[in-house]
T-cell receptor, first 114, second 113 residues
Framework: DTTVKQNPRYKLARVGKPVNLICSQT?????MYWYQKKPNQAPKLLLF???????READTFEKFQSSRPNNSFCSLYIGSAGLEYSAMYLC?????????????FGEGSRLIVV | QQKVQQSPESLTVSEGAMASLNCTFS??????FRWYRQHSAKGLEVLVS????GEKEEGRFTAHLNRANLHVSLHIREPQPSDSAVYLC?????????????FGIGTRVLVRP
């Protein structure tokens, strides 16, 4: 089973309100990732967890938070949503952090901020 | 920093005809590339992973990698309407720890019955 599950699938949020997106995987993968995808743009890596260690990309450092309470779950938290956060958020997981390991993606959480 | 570019932006093919997609990257030292596809409002599905120059086949999908030319292609044999999707090329980020990928913008493929 290579399933990565994301909740909610769709989220409507008002500007300034917080948003929490959840991801889970049952493959015992030790690395989990969050990507942001906007229409006609490439998926952009926001952050990833290798085991319990969080790595955030430099240009998204202040905008997104994440937690990983256990190996199976990972969340993405936006403290105060802005219009520019409207996007599809894709969670992925992989076995280990070394090059060569395939990322398995969930179906995404579509966030619309109004 | 790894840069990935895909062409064409969109492609329409007839059912059963070969579809060919192209991807160029900037870092020739990279050694693993993947093709993903995304159906409308769905997640990314991995199609082919290729780690060395040459050809890798997974069902009706074949990837060709030529690192000297900074090029990786995807060929879809006997495409079906259900193959209509956005196809994304992914390469490892340069000088990065872990399994971080850089994606292209994608090629939108439409397969007509």
């Amino acid at each position: 089973d290579t399933t990565v599950k994301q909740n909610p699938r769709y989220k409507l949020a008002r500007v300034g309100k917080p948003v929490n997106l959840i991801c889970s995987q049952t493959m015992n993968h030790d690395t989990m990732y969050w990507y942001q995808k906007k229409p006609n743009q490439a998926p952009k890596l926001l952050l990833f967890y290798y085991d319990k260690i969080l790595n955030r990309e430099a240009d998204t450092f202040e905008k997104f938070q994440s937690s990983r309470p256990n190996n199976s779950f990972c969340s993405l938290y936006i403290g105060s949503a802005g219009l520019e956060y409207s996007a599809m958020y894709l969670c992925a997981s992989s076995r280990g952090g070394a090059h060569g390991n395939t990322l398995y993606f969930g179906e995404g959480s579509r966030l619309i901020v109004v | 920093q790894q840069k990935v570019q895909q062409s064409p932006e969109s492609l329409t093919v007839s059912e059963g005809a070969m579809a060919s997609l192209n991807c160029t990257f900037s870092d020739g030292t990279s050694n693993n590339f993947r093709w993903y596809r995304q159906h409308s409002a769905k997640g990314l599905e991995v199609l082919v992973s290729i780690f060395s120059d040459g050809e890798k086949e997974e069902g009706r999908f074949t990837a060709h990698l030529n690192r000297a030319n900074l090029h990786v292609s995807l060929h879809i044999r006997e495409p079906q309407p259900s193959d209509s999707a956005v196809y994304l090329c992914a390469a490892p980020m340069t000088n990065s720890a872990g399994n971080k990928l850089t994606f292209g913008i994608g090629t939108r493929v439409l397969v007509r019955p």
